[in-house]
């Protein structure tokens, strides 16, 4: 991840996210600092329901 200045995450085609995607998803904002350089995009509705749920939307959307 060195030099990266920005990274988008697509989710479009993702229809289901587990407890390790999530963990996934947080150990790569809490790598990338500023939240200004990690953007998730496309999020299906049972996937944005899963951040809501967890309470992840402010953290990683």
């Given at each position: 991840?060195?030099?990266?200045?920005?990274?988008?995450?697509?989710?479009?085609?993702?229809?289901?996210?587990?407890?390790?995607?999530?963990?996934?998803?947080?150990?790569?904002?809490?790598?990338?600092?500023?939240?200004?350089?990690?953007?998730?995009?496309?999020?299906?509705p049972?996937v944005?329901e899963?951040?809501?749920?967890?309470?992840?939307?402010?953290?990683?959307?």
């Amino acid at each position: 991840m060195e030099g990266m200045t920005k990274l988008i995450i697509d989710l479009e085609k993702l229809e289901y996210i587990s407890s390790a995607g999530l963990r996934v998803l947080v150990g790569l904002r809490r790598k990338i600092g500023d939240r200004q350089n990690m953007a998730i995009k496309n999020a299906q509705p049972p996937v944005m329901e899963v951040f809501e749920l967890t309470g992840l939307t402010k953290y990683l959307i």
